[in-house]
């Protein structure tokens, strides 16, 4: 069973960029079978795609995001990474990462919170 | 502000059927049948409830139920029971690796 767990820090400075790690684990991320993505939920508000990763290394992000986002695979480690730059506090929220599909993601991990704040 | 529309809420009572609207264009709902819904209860992970419009994973009740006229696609939740009291989101692709979410729903079970 596909297992996915995001780790990084809580607490980022404003400015600073945001680094976020997604391990999988019940699978392999160089499977053809399954795009990686990142999405975000801002307290209070809804949520946002932010970027996705092919097992080729091909990435997608939100034209909102693009220039600040990069995205990228580590198969020594089995695991993808987010890097958000330039934070500000409307970067705050609940970072997730999840699999399957460009068009939609089936398993998820269960979450982490990044604030933004001096 | 988010690219598909959404209700900020929906309610029923238990055993009803409540339906969730979801708006978009003729860029992303109108065109492609890649729309999906999320499930997610407080301090938990989005669960796919539906995609490719009305397409039910595996361990999915079929009392939810998706489907699209135009540039709206809709989720009918029938049957209403206390543990679909979440929010849901819909998606769609929008083209050029796209991807756009609704800005969710707060579902009540009165």
């Known amino acids: 069973q596909l297992q996915l767990q995001e780790s990084g820090p809580g607490l980022v400075k404003p400015s600073e960029t945001l680094s976020l790690t997604c391990t999988v684990s019940g699978g392999s991320i160089s499977s053809a079978n399954y795009y990686w993505s990142w999405i975000r939920r801002p307290a209070g508000k809804g949520l946002e795609w932010i970027g996705t990763i092919y097992y080729s290394g091909s990435s997608y992000y939100s034209p909102s995001l693009k220039g600040r986002v990069t995205i990228s695979l580590d198969t020594s480690k089995n695991q993808f990474s987010l890097r958000l730059n330039s934070v500000t506090a409307t970067d705050t929220a609940a970072y997730y990462c999840?699999?399957?599909?460009?068009?939609?993601?089936?398993?998820w991990g269960k979450g982490t919170t990044v604030t933004v704040s001096s | 502000q988010s690219a598909l529309t959404q209700p900020p809420s929906a309610s029923g009572s238990p055993g009803q059927s409540v339906t969730i609207s979801c708006t978009g264009t003729?860029?992303?709902?109108?065109?492609?049948?890649?729309v999906s819904w999320y499930q997610q209860h407080p301090g938990k992970a989005p669960k796919l409830m539906i995609y490719d419009v009305s397409k039910r994973p595996s361990g999915v009740p079929d009392r939810f139920s998706g489907s699209k006229s135009g540039n709206t696609a809709s989720l009918t939740v029938s049957g209403l029971q206390a543990e679909d009291e979440a929010d849901y989101y819909c998606?769609?692709?929008?083209?050029?690796?796209?991807?756009?979410f609704g800005g969710g729903t707060k579902m009540t079970v009165l």
């Open positions: 998606s769609s692709y929008a083209g050029s690796n796209n991807l756009v």
């Open positions: 999840g699999g399957r599909s460009f068009y939609f993601m089936d398993v």
């Open positions: 003729s860029s992303d709902v109108g065109t492609y049948n890649s």
